[in-house]
């Protein structure tokens, strides 16, 4: 019987979360999702989450895993989310996105929120933090200017997220086409698979060990 669960959704591929690590993987959290996992459960693995089809997953729900010395771990999505929430309590938060919780830098939900299909998790829509890294890295390239990527990500934020593409990017900034066509990042998936590597090496330690170690894990 596996002992960690992983709520997964659109962030990453199930059969390239399942080659990273071996866990019992279920759908994108919910309210109420946690309190039914049995005492079997040692490790939560938090990535997705629902947002508005559902009662989001409360701060207090992982607060309950944690008073039971379950190993809580967030990333990316609804996990970095509730993790900058919790991290004083002990859940420990991956990756860049989490830090930007953490810190102030970004403070909306929906700065991770997409639409995508329930049956294969397919996105139709592209997180406002995904589009942030991507015109970072478009100006460490030189292909547009700091204050194009501000306009862009104000304008951005005035539009509900269902409607956030890249396409809509590229429209307002059609030099960038050929580089988010071919090139964008996905910050998302990557703190995602870091969560899972994470997952995989600190499977064999014991809780304190995890909890002196999560200072470093924060940095994608």
Same mark, same amino acid.
């Given at each position: 019987m596996c002992d960690t669960a992983v709520f997964l959704g659109p962030?990453? /591929?199930?059969?390239?979360?399942?080659?990273? @690590?071996?866990?019992?993987? =279920? &759908?994108?959290?919910? =309210?109420?999702?946690?309190? $039914?996992?049995?005492?079997?459960?040692?490790?939560v693995g938090i990535i997705d989450g629902e947002f508005y089809q559902s009662l989001a997953v409360s701060p207090k729900e992982?607060?309950?895993?944690?008073? =039971?010395?379950?190993?809580?771990?967030?990333?990316s999505s609804m996990g970095a989310l509730?993790?900058? *929430?919790?991290?004083?309590?002990?859940?420990?938060?991956?990756?860049?996105? @989490?830090?930007m919780?953490?810190?102030?830098?970004?403070?909306?939900? /929906?700065?991770?929120a997409l639409t995508y299909d329930p049956e294969s998790y397919r996105p139709s829509s592209t997180p406002l933090v995904n589009i942030r890294f991507a015109l970072k890295s478009a100006v460490l390239k030189g292909l547009i200017k700091e204050?194009?990527?501000?306009?862009i990500i104000a304008r951005l934020k005035d539009i509900y997220f269902p409607s956030r593409s890249? %396409? $809509?990017?590229?429209?307002?900034? &059609?030099?960038?086409?050929? @580089?988010?066509?071919? *090139?964008? &990042?996905?910050?998302?998936?990557?703190?995602?698979? $870091?969560l899972l590597q994470i997952l995989a090496r600190d499977n064999k330690l &014991? $809780?304190?060990?995890? =909890?002196? %170690?999560?200072?470093? /894990?924060?940095?994608a």
């Open positions: 962030t990453l /591929d199930l059969g390239r979360a399942q080659s990273i @690590f071996r866990a019992n993987y =279920r &759908p994108p959290v919910k =309210r109420g999702d946690l309190l $039914l996992l049995g005492e079997e459960v040692k490790t992982v607060l309950a895993l944690l008073d =039971r010395g379950v190993k809580v771990y967030g990333s509730r993790a900058a *929430e919790t991290y004083p309590y002990g859940m420990v938060g991956i990756g860049a996105i @989490f830090a919780y953490r810190d102030g830098a970004i403070d909306a939900d /929906d700065e991770v204050a194009k990527a501000v306009e890249y %396409q $809509l990017v590229i429209q307002m900034c &059609p030099e960038l086409r050929d @580089f988010l066509v071919l *090139e964008a &990042p996905d910050q998302k998936r990557d703190d995602a698979v $870091l &014991p $809780l304190s060990a995890v =909890r002196h %170690q999560a200072t470093v /894990d924060v940095l």
